[in-house]
DNA sequence: AATGCCCTTTACGTCAACGTCAAGCATCTG
DNA sequence: CAGATGCTTGACGTTGACGTAAAGGGCATT
């Protein structure tokens, strides 16, 4: 019994896609013609499947970390052709290991970003308080909108 | 007796800047354009101060954090003019809590593509020394090469 | 004095990652 | 059957962060 009947098999539209990711159609079309992602079609509309969504979960990732497209689509290759091209794979090695390096790195570099933005933000807070503290209701009110925005990931289409 | 006679107040070329953080002339005089960088001039020449050195190693580092050179600019002029321009600042204040918010996602998807490199590199490695033993070897030479590299901070010219 | 090297400014080029039209099928809906 | 909507493929525009080439000044060595 092929797996294609156990599965409902679900498909997605590039719309659904976007929305459900908050991407854009442009950038769908333009991951794909960089080679990122292969959606199947219908006549001219691309369909695309569970695989292709977890493909762009990993793509949108991989950019959050700074990758570069190039740079995912040959972690892509890597994981594809797994028996072909070793002497690829060697070299791909190669390049996780410098990638890894620079992200343990940049690791660093955000916690003392993050160090240096928290103590701007309390100098700027404490000054605010003592000089114009009728700035400041509204700062924090933006702060908790933020917060609340971190944990949904997808944030309901209408809050701009 | 003034500070500058206990200190050396040693000063710096651009190129001598540029060789010891890997930058380009281009680039310091670009951000001079834009208002990050302000040194002296003998005559024509750019003269930079440790004041300016200490400001080009924030704005790299900003950089490898994903700050624009405009979101840096805001930070300095924040340590800046710091009784003028209030609102403006509070405009600031909520741009860096914003930004803080998104700098720990980034180190949380940092966190995660590490484990993923982790994970893919020995895949790699496991398969490698399965069927092609014999391309592993440089791979591990390079990846001692890299961590060599980096506490040297600022590399030797010739190793490209 | 000429060569070379490093500095300068000005100005145009480039690259990634899309955004933004434009123009055209296809399908549903009133 | 006329819109309206949603998809498609070009093709050109945009933005940030520089690269690169041109044209020249200043100083040191040959």
Redesign the interface.
């Known amino acids: 019994m092929p797996t294609e009947l156990r599965r409902p098999e679900r498909t997605f539209t590039i719309r659904q896609l976007c929305t459900e990711f908050k991407a854009t159609p442009r950038a769908l079309r333009f991951y794909e013609d960089k080679g990122l992602l292969t959606p199947a079609r219908d006549g001219m509309n691309r369909v695309y499947s569970y695989k292709d969504r977890a493909r762009l979960i990993l793509i949108l990732?991989?950019k959050?970390?700074?990758?570069s497209l190039q740079e995912i689509r040959e972690?892509f290759e890597?994981?594809g052709e797994?028996d072909e091209v070793?002497?690829q794979?060697?070299h791909?090695?190669?390049k996780?290991?410098?990638?890894?390096?620079v992200?343990?790195?940049?690791?660093e570099?955000?916690?003392?970003?993050?160090a240096?933005?928290?103590e701007?933000?309390s100098?700027?807070?404490r000054?605010?308080s003592d000089?114009?503290p009728d700035?400041?209701p509204?700062?924090a009110d933006?702060?908790q909108m933020?917060?609340a925005r971190?944990d949904g990931h997808a944030e309901p289409v209408g809050a701009k």
Do not use: P, T
């Not at 959050?64 to 990758?67: D, E, F, Q, S």
């Not at 996780?96 to 390096?101: C, G, R, S």
């Not at 992200?103 to 690791?107: C, I, M, P, S």
């Open positions: 990732r991989g959050r970390v700074g990758l972690i890597l994981y797994e070793m002497a794979n060697a791909s090695l190669k996780f290991k410098e990638k890894i390096v992200l343990e790195q940049q690791r570099d955000i916690d003392g970003a993050i240096e933005l928290h701007a933000c100098r700027l807070e000054h605010l000089k114009r700035l400041l509204k700062a933006y702060d933020m917060r971190v």
